[in-house]
């Protein structure tokens, strides 16, 4: 039988020993130790070199002589060690000296209490202990009750909660601007979303008879906005209209569209608190503005889209040097073409030609052109295209690696503190000399003292602007510059002499043709890589 390592005292005429029992079938030897924290115990303190010699060439029972002197009995024991958790109580028995006597279940029992185990107490265990009588091996007498932990709601959205759906390559390389799935459709009683409520756990208990806690789970309810209905039982949302549906943030919201035919004199400017579908195209001039999304199945000549959701144009916009696309969501249009385009997601066309593009997610340019030509394209992410460039050399610039909002406004920061500071410059010379007149006992003509108190108030303004400004500057600059970005720029075919990239604050000149890249920064380097 299997069984560990132990000790024993042993009281005689001789004098008081402790016989050591070598383990059997694979036990575990006795701990160097343990046997030398019991001895202590027990007021024995023998030679460790002579304790460790003897327990390393145990190999049959041995006594080892403690003192000369008889000593009293001792009876049986264990030594309880409760879990740093409290969730258990791990026992090892040590046998009674010659003469000494056993423990009974009820004084294990009685011990335990006494050490402070008030639950889950295993009389199982202690049987099993009574019958084996294994020594220095561990019985777990006590177990806690750990806690049964609940589950978190949780809501099950039944519409395209992801706004950042790109669109799909027909098989003909085109791009399929008819199915974009980006607006998510809903119909009147469809389902929109279900609530799971939460699971409440069951506390447990550790070995001291302390209740444990199971987590707090997490409770949600479902928010909504108008043309929404809740069931009866508040766990389901259903549309009351036909329109769009969206999320953002965990509110859910239901516009209706606003649809036309044509956006030019006979509707004049439109402006919708909810989506506008225009079947036909958008005139120059003109401006469609919405706080959702805005799709246009034709094309926009020269005019302003502005949306608080996405723009998509199905044939293209040309912007006639003075079109503008500003949407606080993605902006995908066939072409973009002499336009200011502006997204708070990405940019996806076919073909982009002298535009200032702006998007704080990825510019993608791909189908059968796929080429940026011309113009200024700037994102926090990634630009891919066929083409970048022209054979011609139109200049053209790609920056990506910072938010082109913040870069936006560093520049105007920039510009106009140093208009402040122009001013100052202007205003304090004058300042001083008024007030230095003044301190001599010099008295200012009227139209001097009216100056002067103009020039007070604009410096009094004017200081503290200055102050905030640079602060912001200062604070702005830094982030910039702790940016670290994986942003790339990817060339399928060619990049033209002519195109700068700029990838964060490193800048590379395209000086020949350049096939299958990838310009990637590392370092202080922007480095040309495979496609």
């Not at 750990?146 to 589950?151: D, E, K, L, R, S």
């Not at 998510?184 to 756990?201: I, N």
């Not at 108190?453 to 400004?469: D, F, G, H, R, S």
């Not at 942003?487 to 020949?512: C, E, H, R, W």
């Amino acid at each position: 039988m299997k069984r560990n390592g132990y000790f024993q005292l042993q009281m005689s005429e001789r004098g008081t020993f402790v016989r050591l029992f070598p383990p059997t079938e694979g036990g575990e030897p006795i701990r160097t130790d343990e046997i030398r924290q019991y001895l202590a115990m027990k007021n024995f303190t023998p030679d460790p070199v002579q304790l460790n010699k003897a327990l390393m060439d145990l190999s049959e029972p041995t006594d080892f002589k403690l003192d000369d002197k008889k000593t009293f009995a001792e009876m049986e024991m264990f030594v309880l060690q409760i879990a740093e958790n409290k969730m258990s109580a791990t026992a090892r028995f040590y046998p009674p000296s010659s003469a000494g006597t056993s423990l009974h279940k009820e004084d294990i029992i009685n011990d335990l209490k006494h050490k402070g185990i008030k639950a889950g107490i295993d009389e199982a265990e202690i049987d099993r202990f009574l019958k084996e009588k294994h020594y220095c091996s561990d019985y777990v007498l006590a177990k806690g009750k750990a806690p049964v932990q609940g589950q978190d709601a949780s809501i099950e959205y039944f519409f395209n909660t992801n706004p950042n759906t790109k669109p799909a390559l027909n098989d003909d390389g085109t791009v399929d601007f008819f199915n974009l799935n980006v607006i998510s459709k809903c119909e009147v009683g469809q389902e929109l979303a279900r609530l799971h409520p939460e699971v409440p756990g069951e506390a447990g208990y550790n070995v001291l008879g302390e209740r444990v806690a199971p987590r707090d789970v997490i409770k949600m309810r479902l928010r909504y906005g108008r043309n929404i209905t809740l069931s009866e039982d508040g766990l389901s949302i259903s549309s009351n209209v036909n329109g769009h549906v969206s999320l953002t943030e965990d509110l859910v919201t239901v516009t209706d569209v606003y649809e036309v035919t044509d956006v030019d004199t006979a509707t004049g400017n439109i402006e919708y608190s909810g989506n506008v579908q225009v079947l036909g195209n958008v005139k120059a001039g003109f401006a469609v503005q919405a706080d959702g999304n805005i799709e246009v199945r034709g094309v926009v000549e020269g005019a302003l889209l502005q949306a608080g959701g996405d723009i998509i144009i199905m044939r293209g916009m040309n912007g006639m040097g003075r079109g503008k696309l500003i949407a606080d969501g993605n902006i995908v249009s066939k072409f973009i073409e002499n336009s200011d385009v502006r997204a708070g997601g990405y940019v996806h066309s076919e073909a982009i030609m002298h535009s200032t593009i702006t998007a704080k997610g990825d510019v993608e340019v791909t189908g059968k052109k796929g080429f940026i030509t011309g113009g200024c394209v700037h994102s926090m992410g990634t630009v891919s295209a066929k083409t970048i460039g022209s054979t011609m050399g139109a200049k053209t610039d790609i920056e990506v690696g910072i938010d082109p909002t913040i870069k936006e406004r560093v520049n105007h920061l920039m510009q106009s503190t140093a208009d402040i500071r122009k001013q100052l410059q202007q205003i304090e010379p004058v300042l001083v000399t008024f007030t230095q007149k003044l301190q001599k006992g010099n008295q200012l003509t009227t139209d001097q003292q009216m100056y002067f108190n103009q020039l007070k108030t604009a410096y009094q303004k004017l200081k503290p602007q200055q102050k905030e400004e640079e602060a912001e500057l200062e604070r702005l600059t830094a982030e910039m510059e702790m940016m670290t970005t994986d942003a790339i720029v990817k060339v399928q075919d060619f990049a033209y002499p002519g195109t700068m990239i700029k990838i964060s604050d490193v800048s590379l000149n395209i000086s020949s043709n350049i096939q299958h890249c990838r310009f990637v920064k590392e370092g202080a380097d922007i480095r040309i890589k495979s496609y």
